[in-house]
Protein backbone atom coordinates (compact mmCIF):
# COMPACT_ATOMS: atom_id res chain seq x y z
CA UNK A 1 0.00 0.00 0.00
CA UNK A 2 0.75 3.46 -0.45
CA UNK A 3 2.82 5.33 2.27
CA UNK A 4 0.43 7.63 4.26
CA UNK A 5 1.69 10.86 6.28
CA UNK A 6 0.33 13.60 8.40
CA UNK A 7 1.80 16.84 7.10
CA UNK A 8 1.18 19.59 9.72
CA UNK A 9 1.35 22.98 8.68
CA UNK A 10 1.55 25.31 11.70
CA UNK A 11 1.49 29.44 11.93
CA UNK A 12 -0.15 31.88 12.68
CA UNK A 13 -3.11 33.19 11.24
CA UNK A 14 -3.07 34.53 7.74
CA UNK A 15 0.22 32.63 7.32
CA UNK A 16 -0.72 30.90 4.39
CA UNK A 17 -1.20 27.23 5.94
CA UNK A 18 -4.69 26.70 3.45
CA UNK A 19 -3.05 28.50 0.54
CA UNK A 20 -0.24 26.32 0.91
CA UNK A 21 -2.33 23.00 1.19
CA UNK A 22 -4.76 23.74 -1.29
CA UNK A 23 -1.74 24.34 -3.57
CA UNK A 24 -0.23 21.41 -3.04
CA UNK A 25 -2.93 18.89 -2.85
CA UNK A 26 -4.10 20.13 -6.46
CA UNK A 27 -0.54 19.43 -7.46
CA UNK A 28 -0.70 16.00 -5.77
CA UNK A 29 -4.18 15.22 -6.66
CA UNK A 30 -3.42 15.58 -10.20
CA UNK A 31 -0.98 13.10 -10.10
CA UNK A 32 -2.98 10.50 -8.63
CA UNK A 33 -2.23 10.52 -4.86
CA UNK A 34 -4.91 9.98 -2.85
CA UNK A 35 -5.06 13.42 -0.69
CA UNK A 36 -7.32 14.14 2.39
CA UNK A 37 -6.98 18.15 4.03
CA UNK A 38 -8.53 18.56 7.23
CA UNK A 39 -9.21 22.05 7.20
CA UNK A 40 -9.16 23.63 10.84
CA UNK A 41 -12.58 25.83 10.12
CA UNK A 42 -14.78 22.77 8.92
CA UNK A 43 -13.48 21.42 11.71
CA UNK A 44 -14.28 23.75 14.57
CA UNK A 45 -18.14 23.56 12.51
CA UNK A 46 -18.30 19.93 13.17
CA UNK A 47 -15.60 17.19 14.99
CA UNK A 48 -14.77 19.91 17.29
CA UNK A 49 -17.82 22.51 17.52
CA UNK A 50 -18.60 23.72 20.83
CA UNK A 51 -14.62 24.43 21.55
CA UNK A 52 -13.46 27.73 22.02
CA UNK A 53 -10.29 29.13 22.17
CA UNK A 54 -8.79 28.19 25.75
CA UNK A 55 -5.86 26.38 25.87
CA UNK A 56 -7.28 22.94 26.97
CA UNK A 57 -9.86 23.91 23.95
CA UNK A 58 -7.25 24.53 21.37
CA UNK A 59 -5.42 21.36 22.79
CA UNK A 60 -8.51 19.31 22.71
CA UNK A 61 -9.32 20.58 19.19
CA UNK A 62 -5.56 19.11 18.34
CA UNK A 63 -5.90 16.27 19.34
CA UNK A 64 -9.11 15.35 17.64
CA UNK A 65 -7.47 16.35 13.98
CA UNK A 66 -4.56 14.59 14.93
CA UNK A 67 -6.52 11.71 15.88
CA UNK A 68 -8.50 11.63 12.32
CA UNK A 69 -5.37 12.49 10.38
CA UNK A 70 -3.29 9.28 12.12
CA UNK A 71 -6.53 7.00 10.80
CA UNK A 72 -6.45 8.34 7.49
CA UNK A 73 -2.49 8.22 6.95
CA UNK A 74 -2.91 4.90 8.53
CA UNK A 75 -4.97 3.83 5.53
CA UNK A 76 -2.42 5.43 2.78
CA UNK A 77 -3.87 9.01 2.77
CA UNK A 78 -1.24 11.68 2.58
CA UNK A 79 -2.88 14.38 4.90
CA UNK A 80 -2.06 18.46 4.94
CA UNK A 81 -3.72 19.71 8.46
CA UNK A 82 -3.83 23.72 7.72
CA UNK A 83 -4.21 24.31 11.50
CA UNK A 84 -2.47 26.72 14.00
CA UNK A 85 -2.03 23.95 16.90
CA UNK A 86 -0.40 26.86 19.13
CA UNK A 87 1.30 24.97 21.43
CA UNK A 88 4.58 22.69 21.05
CA UNK A 89 2.77 19.94 23.94
CA UNK A 90 0.01 19.19 21.80
CA UNK A 91 2.17 19.42 18.38
CA UNK A 92 4.10 17.10 20.28
CA UNK A 93 1.94 14.88 21.35
CA UNK A 94 0.12 14.06 17.89
CA UNK A 95 3.59 13.50 16.40
CA UNK A 96 4.09 10.68 19.14
CA UNK A 97 1.04 9.25 18.82
CA UNK A 98 2.06 9.07 15.15
CA UNK A 99 5.32 7.67 15.50
CA UNK A 100 3.63 4.54 18.07
CA UNK A 101 1.68 3.60 15.36
CA UNK A 102 4.71 3.54 12.88
CA UNK A 103 2.84 6.58 10.47
CA UNK A 104 4.95 9.28 9.25
CA UNK A 105 4.55 12.96 10.49
CA UNK A 106 5.77 15.48 8.86
CA UNK A 107 6.01 19.37 10.60
CA UNK A 108 5.98 22.67 8.32
CA UNK A 109 6.28 25.91 10.20
CA UNK A 110 4.46 28.23 8.02
CA UNK A 111 6.70 31.09 9.37
CA UNK A 112 5.04 34.39 7.78
CA UNK A 113 5.57 37.43 10.92
CA UNK A 114 3.05 38.80 12.22
CA UNK A 115 3.48 42.07 10.56
CA UNK A 116 2.86 40.43 7.24
CA UNK A 117 0.13 38.17 8.58
CA UNK A 118 -1.95 41.23 10.15
CA UNK A 119 -1.49 42.85 6.75
CA UNK A 120 -3.26 40.03 4.98
CA UNK A 121 -5.87 39.96 7.25
CA UNK A 122 -7.78 37.05 5.26
CA UNK A 123 -10.73 36.82 8.08
CA UNK A 124 -10.69 40.65 9.54
CA UNK A 125 -9.37 38.85 12.84
CA UNK A 126 -6.48 41.22 13.49
CA UNK A 127 -8.73 43.92 12.59
CA UNK A 128 -11.47 42.70 15.03
CA UNK A 129 -8.46 42.18 17.77
CA UNK A 130 -7.30 45.81 17.12
CA UNK A 131 -10.39 47.18 17.29
CA UNK A 132 -11.49 45.52 20.48
CA UNK A 133 -13.88 43.20 19.00
CA UNK A 134 -12.59 39.64 19.91
CA UNK A 135 -9.51 38.68 22.32
CA UNK A 136 -7.04 35.74 22.60
CA UNK A 137 -5.73 36.07 19.06
CA UNK A 138 -3.19 34.12 18.27
CA UNK A 139 0.35 35.64 18.29
CA UNK A 140 -1.33 39.06 19.35
CA UNK A 141 -3.02 38.80 22.77
CA UNK A 142 -2.95 35.07 22.44
CA UNK A 143 0.40 32.60 22.48
CA UNK A 144 2.03 30.60 19.85
CA UNK A 145 4.92 28.80 20.71
CA UNK A 146 7.68 28.60 17.62
CA UNK A 147 8.05 25.29 16.45
CA UNK A 148 12.04 24.48 17.58
CA UNK A 149 12.86 21.68 14.88
CA UNK A 150 10.17 21.84 12.48
CA UNK A 151 10.93 19.20 9.60
CA UNK A 152 10.35 22.77 7.30
CA UNK A 153 10.28 26.30 7.69
CA UNK A 154 8.78 28.61 5.05
CA UNK A 155 8.84 32.34 5.13
CA UNK A 156 6.42 33.02 2.59
CA UNK A 157 6.79 36.99 2.27
CA UNK A 158 8.54 37.61 -0.88
CA UNK A 159 7.62 34.13 -2.44
CA UNK A 160 4.90 32.97 -4.58
CA UNK A 161 2.23 30.77 -3.52
CA UNK A 162 3.40 28.02 -6.10
CA UNK A 163 7.05 28.70 -4.87
CA UNK A 164 5.61 27.91 -1.00
CA UNK A 165 3.94 24.63 -2.01
CA UNK A 166 6.91 23.70 -4.02
CA UNK A 167 9.49 24.08 -1.13
CA UNK A 168 6.74 21.55 0.94
CA UNK A 169 6.34 19.31 -2.20
CA UNK A 170 10.32 19.15 -2.33
CA UNK A 171 10.34 17.90 1.16
CA UNK A 172 7.38 15.27 0.83
CA UNK A 173 9.32 13.74 -2.46
CA UNK A 174 12.49 13.58 -0.33
CA UNK A 175 10.74 11.57 1.94
CA UNK A 176 9.39 9.72 -0.69
CA UNK A 177 5.39 10.34 0.55
CA UNK A 178 4.28 12.20 -2.87
CA UNK A 179 3.47 8.61 -4.19
P1 LIG B 1 -3.88 30.66 7.05
O1 LIG B 1 -4.52 29.40 6.54
O2 LIG B 1 -2.47 30.44 7.51
O3 LIG B 1 -4.70 31.38 8.05
P2 LIG B 1 -4.44 31.62 4.39
O4 LIG B 1 -3.78 30.58 3.55
O5 LIG B 1 -5.93 31.55 4.56
O6 LIG B 1 -3.73 31.68 5.81
O7 LIG B 1 -4.10 33.06 3.81
C1 LIG B 1 -2.79 33.41 3.40
C2 LIG B 1 -2.87 34.60 2.47
O8 LIG B 1 -1.54 34.95 2.09
C3 LIG B 1 -3.63 34.30 1.18
O9 LIG B 1 -4.36 35.44 0.80
C4 LIG B 1 -2.50 34.03 0.18
O10 LIG B 1 -2.86 34.32 -1.15
C5 LIG B 1 -1.43 34.99 0.68
N1 LIG B 1 -0.06 34.61 0.29
C6 LIG B 1 0.85 35.44 -0.28
N2 LIG B 1 1.99 34.80 -0.54
C7 LIG B 1 1.83 33.53 -0.12
C8 LIG B 1 2.68 32.37 -0.13
N3 LIG B 1 3.91 32.40 -0.63
N4 LIG B 1 2.19 31.23 0.36
C9 LIG B 1 0.94 31.18 0.90
N5 LIG B 1 0.09 32.24 0.94
C10 LIG B 1 0.53 33.40 0.43
Request: glycine residues 10%.
Amino acid sequence: MTTGATVWLTGLPSAGKTTIATALADTLRAAGRRVEVLDGDEIREFLSAGLGFTRQDRDTNVQRIGFVAELLASHGVLVLVPVIAPYADSREAVRKRHQAQGTGYVEVHVATPVDVCSVRDVKGLYARQAAGELTGLTGVDDPYEVPENPDLRIETQGSTVEQSAAAVHALLAEKGLTI
